[in-house]
């Protein structure tokens, strides 16, 4: 029988999901999940860990489609700084542009550059 869902446990400071081979073991997989921190200067961070489809150095996508949440009600504007996670380093860059359509959000980001390694995402 396959577990609908995976318990979390807590093994020594790491998360580790219990249950995983059972899981692929059935055809399910656990979906990767992208995430971005959005920083706005004067504001503080505007959003932390907000879920992307796509994630390029040079822009992200947001798909609509589906969901509740449409593209104008995501405060995103040029001159926001873009924080993410690559392995166990950071990367930022900063907003150029953002262009809504029905169904999705693009952002074209620029300066895209490793933050130092003792650096702190939250």
Not at 67 to 76: A, G, I, N, Q, W
Not at 100 to 118: E, I, K
Request: hydrophobic share 35%.
């Amino acid at each position: 029988m396959c577990p609908r869902w995976p318990r979390v446990l807590a093994l020594t400071g790491r998360m580790k999901v219990r249950g995983e081979a059972q899981l692929e073991a059935c055809g399910m997989s656990q979906p990767s999940l992208i995430t971005v921190s959005i920083y706005r200067r004067n504001y503080g961070y505007r959003y932390t860990d907000l879920p992307v489809d796509r994630l390029e150095t040079s822009g992200l996508l947001i798909d609509c489609s589906g969901s509740h949440t449409r593209p104008e009600h995501y405060d995103l504007r040029p001159g926001d700084i873009v924080r993410w996670r690559a392995g166990d380093r950071c990367i930022e860059a900063v907003i150029n542009s953002v262009t809504r359509d029905p169904s999705s959000v693009r952002v074209d980001l620029s300066g895209a550059h490793l933050l130092p390694p003792d650096f702190f995402l939250y």
